[in-house]
Each structure stands twice: as C-alpha cells, then as structure tokens.
C-alpha cells in the first residue's frame, strides 16, 4: 500500500538548519581553521627568530666584534714582539744571498746594505719592515708558510699545537 504524504514527510529525516544558517557555520569553520593554520606560521616563524637570534648573540664573531667597538684596547697593552731578538737583522750583500733579489713581500728589489731578516728556520730573506707588520699579523713565512715561532727561546713552545722538525740546510 502506497505511504500517504503525511507519512513519507515524517520518514524523511527532518532538516536542522536552513541554507543561510549553514553558510554561516561554514564561514565560522573557515575562520577558526584560518586562525590555527596562522598561529601555527607565527608560532614557526617566532621560533625561527629566537633561534636566529641565538645563533648571532652567541657566536664569537659577534662577541669579538662587540668587545672591539665597545672597548676598544689601547695601544700598550697590545706589544709588539721583539723582532730583532726573535729574527735577528743583516745587512743585505749580494754576495751573501746570491739567489735573493727581491722582497717576497713589497717586490721590490734589495739595495747593497738593506736593513733585512732573515727567518731562521727556512732561510728566506725579506725587508725588515715588510716582514715584520707580515709576522706581526700571521707567523708564518709569507714564501714557503713555515712557521714562525715568535716564542722567545725557552718560553712556552709547549703551547703549540704541534711540534715541527726542520733539517738545517736549503728551502724548498
């Protein structure tokens, strides 16, 4: 027997919310997924920031950095080393250093009777000035790299990081 209308309208389930009413639940569950997703982006990008941050207040560059502009250290309490005592000075001869003719640093050539040094281990001939300002910022021989101890003789070799035999005789 066929269902009355009355009937089938009550089978049917019954309707909760009209069209604009879910409009309105769809534009609200937008909203709040928005505001999640959003959050999450800041809560990234803050973390992000601090670790950035971090990174750059606790590196030594920035602390060298800081501690050279802040306090800048005045002029004697940073001496130079004694050269003359730790690389002793000749007077150029031709004669002496035949296949020396020019500074490996500032290129220019050696005059008979120069003010120059010598560095012990390798040999190597420069201009007293030139090589001096060179051991004062790197302690090495500006030709061959060698090692330039600017300890003075008994002093704390100890220190370095590790210890190089050198055989006396020519550079290479």
């Not at 997703?37 to 990234?44: A, D, G, P, Q």
């Not at 420069?126 to 300002?133: E, I, K, L, Y």
């Amino acid at each position: 027997m066929p269902d009355s209308p009355q009937e089938n309208q009550q089978r049917r389930a019954p309707r909760l919310m009209s069209r604009s009413q879910r409009k309105l639940l769809l534009f609200f569950l937008k909203c709040v997924i928005m505001a999640i997703v959003m959050s999450l982006f800041l809560f990234f990008l803050g973390f992000a920031a601090i670790v950035l941050l971090h990174f750059l207040f606790m590196s030594n560059t920035f602390s060298r950095r800081c501690t050279r502009l802040l306090h800048p250290a005045p002029a004697e309490a940073d001496p130079e080393p004694d050269f003359e005592a730790l690389l002793p000075g000749v007077a150029y001869c031709l004669a002496d250093s035949p296949q020396a003719s020019d500074c490996a640093i500032c290129l220019d050539s050696f005059r008979e009777g120069d003010n120059c040094r010598k560095i012990p281990i390798c040999k190597h001939l420069f201009h007293s000035n030139c090589v001096d300002r060179w051991i004062g910022r790197k302690p090495n021989c500006p030709v061959c790299r060698t090692r330039v101890d600017l300890d003075p003789p008994g002093g704390d070799r100890w220190k370095n990081l590790w210890a190089v035999n050198f055989e006396e005789g020519a550079s290479y």
